[in-house]
């Protein structure tokens, strides 16, 4: 019981020198894109009701809708590409500010030493992930600890360092305005 109130005192104290909380384990929401649902519904169909009795395939009732379905994917790739560029924004945006850390140990082969990576995820098109790693010295610098507090907060704050250099502002080929939205935005945020 003792060790695990030593273990939330650190954790605020640490929240405290960050200015935010930490995040131990976050799961990225499912991104919908074009893509995605087009190998679902073309080459990847796991919905099991579909495939009729005993798994004999699709009724003919079920392939009109189905394709009525991917009709309506082709007609709406547009807009589909404009959400999954919106909710990356999101993400990425959301992680930059307060990204889930998680600290590595790895060995150099070569001089037997440990050293401490921060890393986190950052969502990309196509429902992918991206890791990104930033070096955080040698393990004994933090008492060979992977839950150390001053590793996380250094991680956290070199990983918003690269998160900002590397993936911000994100690059999307939408045509969608979504840059002069957000400025519309922000000027009716200042306005309060």
């Known amino acids: ?14 929240e405290k020198m960050l200015g935010a909380k930490i995040i131990n384990k976050s799961i990225t929401p499912t991104i919908v894109s074009y893509e995605t649902l087009l190998e679902e519904f073309t080459s990847g169909l796991k919905f099991k009701p579909a495939f009729g ?18 009709k ?14 919106a909710t990356l924004n999101f993400l ?3 992680i930059s500010e307060n990204p889930p850390v998680y600290i590595a140990r790895t060995k ?21 992930k991206k890791e990104v790693k930033v070096y955080l010295g040698k393990a004994s610098d933090f008492n060979n600890d992977t839950k150390n507090n ?6 956290k704050k070199l990983l918003i360092k690269a998160i900002n250099e ?3 502002p994100f690059n999307s080929n939408s045509k969608f305005p979504f840059k002069e939205i957000l400025k519309s935005l922000n000027k009716k945020s200042d306005l309060k």
């Open 166 to 168: 590397k993936f911000l």
């Open 72 to 85: 309506l994917l082709e007609l709406h790739k547009s807009a589909l590409d404009d959400i999954e560029d």
């Open 150 to 155: 001053a590793a996380r907060v250094l991680g």
């Open 108 to 128: 150099d082969i070569k001089t037997d030493i440990e050293y401490f990576n921060a890393k986190t995820f950052i969502p990309v098109k196509g429902g992918k």
């Open 1 to 14: 019981m003792k060790t695990q109130n030593n273990k939330i005192d650190a954790n605020k104290k640490a």
């Open 92 to 94: 990425v945006s959301s």
């Open 53 to 70: 009795v005993q798994g004999a395939g699709l009724s003919p009732n079920a392939k009109n809708h189905l394709s009525i379905l991917l």
